[in-house]
């Protein structure tokens, strides 16, 4: 019986059964465009996940399971990232549904396409006690497009449809994001007497690999003026960024995110470079074309609040990470008006960029190669340079060794990503599970030992679940590293607060990475050079891996400094032209 006819026939009954409306929604779903659902058990939500396997059988959808529904989320969050297409998660009810929360709050910020389906009790149960029972409906607040409650034996469909829309940015002037489709389900929660799994289908879910791209445009017109202005790449800028740089003959200062980090105008330790080109130097910074979302250094933050420089904000479609007005680019939604803004630069104005470019990575190289032990620059520096496919950076300094160390490519080398939505460290390892089985080809993770140890729970995969072809690269310090980068390393060295920024920040850790890796059968070495590491990235990845490279973060603040005092001279002995 289809969908259509079950509805029909229950329509006289007083309502729909559960595993009726949970058919309805699982095809209108479909129909919208998901062909990936992340299911985690639970009684409630049975009618749901009955439908979906009915729908796998078929071939119509692909499921993955997971225990932990943060996990989950996230996973389902990286799907959706390396597919761009929307995703759903279902829970059963209860605290599984507020296990949701961090990779809805990411998504939100980061404009994916979530579909959060939440099973609940029916009306009748709620509020009296009832086992598993609490208010789901608005749990993620301002942190959904679209939230709604399906009371039970009521048909889904428009509900489903209106939620779709919303996640994908079917709206006016909003972008996409995470929705919530609180769908209620009335006993009994199993199929009827006779009902059964369709035969096998042999046909799979179609995945297109997200490769990594270059644009190319027409030279600039001679008729724009000539101006001294940078083009910022944010995260996920897109390659756009890059085109329009090297369109209009300026420096590309570009994160490593932005999936724009490539080509002859890009400057590696760019963010050591702006001061450089400061009102008072011989080559002011007179304006900033800003694409995607800048996230990582202070020098651009600082560079971006300053009165004297204007800047421009490349914005076709509506953003998701900031509130208009609340940022004082100006905004800009065709390239032709960006043009009008960032003119052309004069060949001075690129070479004078590219030769202090070129300066300062090979101060950067330099420094690094001074010692074979692996430190978190040099780190990012080889991960960047073998990483093919697809390339996931975690928050913390992972991306920021990266950012600093890593030299732009002539070409694009792998498709980037990074939760940098709300850069938090959790559900880093679900995301790259995510994206390296959305993507269905070879992906690395970058992340730090914390990071790691995070989102343990990650590495588990159910027997008979798809296993990605996923490269961890765990930078193991034992410890945060970043807070001694910041103003807390002047606290701990000022030793006022006796061991306080260390165990409070820096949270030292002794867990055998090693054994843990054994324990979820995933392949594990460990190195502690930079010539290790560069031999354990070119080899050959079947399955799970984790590379744990081990480094001593206690003499990074002195490692940086030296950088930064190393690319200064370099810099500063340039000839000024």
């Known amino acids: 019986m289809s969908p259509a006819d079950s ?24 129909a919208a465009g998901v062909r990936q659902v992340v299911v985690s058990p639970g009684s409630r939500s049975a009618p749901m996940a ?71 009790r029916p009306e009748e149960l709620r509020g009296t006690g009832a086992n598993q029972t609490t208010v789901q409906l608005d749990l993620f607040g301002e942190h959904v497009r679209f939230a709604v409650d399906v009371p039970a034996g009521s048909d889904p469909q428009r509900a489903v449809d209106t939620a779709l829309s919303a996640a994908t940015g079917a709206f006016e002037d909003a972008p996409p994001g995470p929705v919530q489709l609180n769908l209620a389900f009335r006993d009994p929660l199993v199929p009827a007497v006779g009902d059964g799994l369709p035969a096998t289908a042999s ?5 297109a690999a997200r490769n990594p791209l270059a644009l190319d445009f027409p030279a600039a017109s001679t008729a724009l003026p000539e101006r001294r202005t940078v083009v910022l790449a944010g995260h996920y800028a897109g390659p756009v960024a890059e085109a329009f740089a090297r369109a209009h003959g300026l420096p590309l200062l570009a994160e490593p995110s932005s999936n724009a ?22 080559h002011p910074i007179e304006r900033v074309v800003l694409f995607g979302r800048p996230t990582l250094s202070r020098p651009v933050s600082a560079l971006l609040e300053r009165a004297d420089v204007p800047s421009a904000l490349y914005q076709p479609v509506p953003v998701a990470w900031y509130e208009p007005g609340r940022r004082t680019e100006l905004p800009l939604e065709t390239l032709a008006d960006l043009a009008e803004f960032a003119g052309r630069g004069a ?29 978190g620059p040099s780190v ?10 697809q390339l996931v950076l975690g928050s913390s300094n992972g991306i920021r ?30 995301t790259a599970t995510g994206i390296a089985l959305g993507g269905g080809q070879e992906t690395t993770v970058l992340m730090g030992d914390v990071t790691f140890l995070h989102d343990a729970g990650g590495l588990l995969l159910g027997v008979g679940e798809a296993e990605p072809q996923l490269r961890i690269v765990v930078l193991n310090d034992a410890g945060g590293a970043i807070f001694g980068l910041l103003e807390h390393g002047a606290v701990a060295a000022a030793g006022r607060y006796g061991n306080a920024v260390e165990r409070l920040f820096a949270t030292p850790q002794r867990v055998d990475i090693a054994a843990l890796a054994a324990a979820y059968g995933v392949a594990h070495r460990r190195v502690g050079t930079t010539a290790e590491l560069a031999e354990a990235l070119s080899g050959p990845l079947e399955g799970r891996s984790i590379i744990e490279v081990r480094t001593d973060r206690h003499r990074l603040g002195e490692l940086h400094r030296a950088i930064r005092a190393a690319v200064a001279t370099a810099v500063e002995g340039l000839p000024q032209t």
């Open 261 to 282: 980090r490539f080509g002859p105008n890009a400057v590696g330790p760019y963010r050591l470079l702006i001061e450089h080109f400061g009102a008072d130097s011989a």
């Open 7 to 30: 509805a029909a026939a229950s329509s006289t009954s007083g309502g729909l059964t559960a595993v009726e409306a949970a058919r309805i929604a699982v095809d209108t779903l479909l």
């Open 380 to 389: 990012g520096a080889e991960v960047w340079k073998h990483a093919r496919g």
């Open 203 to 207: 046909r799979g879910i179609y995945r």
């Open 401 to 430: 060794d990266v950012d600093l160390a890593g030299a732009p490519p002539a070409e694009p080398q792998a498709t980037m990503f990074a939760n940098r939505g709300l850069a938090g460290i959790d559900g880093t390892t679900s």
């Open 50 to 120: 009955y439908a979906l396997a009915e729908a796998e059988a078929a071939g119509r959808v692909e499921l993955l399971v997971r225990i932990d529904e943060r996990s989950a989320g996230f996973t389902a969050l990286g799907l959706a990232l390396s597919a761009g297409a929307p995703v759903a998660v279902l829970t059963t009810s209860g605290t599984a549904v507020g296990n949701l929360l961090p990779a809805v709050m990411e998504a939100n910020h980061a404009a994916v396409p979530l579909v959060v389906i939440s099973a609940d």
């Open 347 to 375: 060949a001075v104005w690129l070479d004078a960029w590219l030769l202090a470019g070129a300066a300062a990575q090979h101060a950067v190289d330099l420094n690094l190669a001074a010692s074979p032990a692996a430190t």
